[in-house]
């Protein structure tokens, strides 16, 4: 009897289920007090009500439907809440899958938990390279659970925001005839920010025919992610002549540089990642100061990354009244997830990870289909995100429009995404270096 007893604890542990009925519990994981994690469970529960009205996911003859299980990770604040959390997500609320996480040095250790217990978690809003390089490559059978679904890894981050940065150095080039624009770079105090912040300071000054931008670096400064006032960075960013500032933020020192960016009137043109600026409330949230700044980002007023984007979007401002940030990639995880269990006939953990790496999925990101570390495939015909600006109080779509990807090889493709506009230099900037 024991041993029988023991054989069907371990076949239940196999398949990942709780044992719940016919109930596929979900965990959705993030700083739930901030916007970050808000949105995480905003596209969650939109997708999860979809899928149940549409008859659930069906394995086997039977029909599950998705319940969701709500995990505040903490994770904006060090400590071992997150840890915790998802650990209580896993033993106590029994979840089956894991979807969300934000910040990549909670995430590190929230996925070793994840990994320990054999959960599937596909992340939604951590960049590092290192959630997956090194991990699932090196040591696929501990690791072979994780999968991003967005963003994409910090190493393509740095090529759209070093896109757009481009862009911004063009346009000053063009518009004020500076040819060699000074360059400074705030970034927060976080990992995934470090690779990018050292590429940018690198190309800064490199000439435009080896690949940077053909300026010159002129600082940088790393303030807290969770700081009240980056007035002095920005005073310091001033007194070293710069045009253009490169921002790398994720936490809600984005809204603080946005209002104290525009209430101190900096004459540079902020550009970079800028997660807060991704949000439909920036404007309010910077007091109206934060007009005119540009961020990689994902969706855009009017614009339809893919058949599914604006649908989306439209059904999102309906429910919560906001354009969703990026981490309302959960709406995208659980499909991709519901999707992956239908293709493999299975709950069984190893049949869904196997669905999941041969995923080929039109989400409202752009076509996700996984590399071998498991992270979504960026460039054309896949995902590439979008570089966006606040123009006229809405986020308006810049990038790309006339992309070249590949002009040496592939001088005759040329990319526009539909509803896109020029770059825009605040005014306020135009006219101080306006003849300068």
């Known amino acids: ?177 500076i040819s060699q624009p000074k360059i400074a770079i705030v970034a927060e105090q976080a990992a995934w920010a470090n690779m990018i912040v050292t590429l940018v300071a690198l190309q800064a000054g490199t000439p435009v025919d080896k690949g940077g931008f053909g300026g010159q670096h002129v600082g940088t400064w790393r303030p807290s992610a969770l700081a009240t006032s980056v007035a002095a960075e920005l005073t310091a960013v001033e007194r070293a002549g710069a045009h253009i500032v490169f921002t790398v933020f994720s936490g809600p020192v984005g809204v603080v540089f946005g209002r104290d960016w525009g209430r101190l009137q900096v004459p540079v043109a902020a550009v970079g990642i800028n997660v807060e600026a991704q949000a439909q409330g920036w404007l309010d949230a910077t007091g109206g100061f934060g007009a005119y700044t540009a961020t990689a980002g994902i969706y855009a007023t009017g614009v339809a990354v893919t058949e599914a984007t604006l649908p989306f979007i439209e059904k999102f401002q309906a429910e919560f009244g906001e354009l969703p940030l990026f981490t309302a990639g959960t709406y995208d995880a659980l499909y991709i997830l519901a999707d992956a269990i239908r293709r493999a006939g299975s709950l069984q953990t190893d049949a869904v990870i196997s669905a999941l790496e041969t995923t080929d999925y039109v989400s409202t990101l752009g076509r996700i289909v996984f590399d071998e570390l498991h992270d979504p495939i960026w460039g054309p015909d896949y995902i590439t995100g979008l570089g966006v600006q606040w123009q006229d109080g809405a986020p308006k779509a810049f990038w790309p429009r006339e992309w070249q990807p590949d002009p040496a090889k592939l001088p005759d493709l040329v990319i526009s995404t539909p509803g896109t506009v020029p770059y825009v230099i605040p005014p306020w900037v135009k006219d101080h270096w306006q003849g300068k």
Request: aromatic share 8%; proline share 2%.
């Open 1 to 177: 009897m024991k041993s029988l007893i023991c054989c069907l604890v371990s076949s239940v542990f196999a398949l990942g289920l709780s044992v719940s009925g016919q109930v596929i519990r979900i965990g959705v994981v993030g700083p739930m007090t901030f916007i970050q994690g808000i949105h995480h469970w905003r596209g969650a529960t939109l997708a999860a009500d979809e899928i149940n009205a549409a008859g659930g996911i069906t394995v086997g003859g039977t029909t599950y439907t998705i319940e969701l299980v709500r995990v505040d990770s903490n994770e904006m604040q060090p400590g071992p809440d997150a840890v915790s959390a998802v650990e209580r997500a896993i033993t106590a609320s029994k979840v089956d899958f894991l979807v969300g996480g934000f910040r990549t040095e909670a995430m590190l250790a929230m996925t070793e938990v994840a990994a320990d217990y054999k959960k599937i978690f596909l992340i939604a809003g951590a960049a590092d390279d290192g959630l997956l390089k090194g991990r699932v490559d090196k040591n696929y059978n501990r690791y072979k659970y994780l999968f991003r679904i967005t963003p994409v890894r910090s190493t393509y981050l740095a090529q759209v925001s070093f896109i757009l940065l481009r862009d911004v150095v063009e346009t000053f080039r063009r518009e004020l005839g």
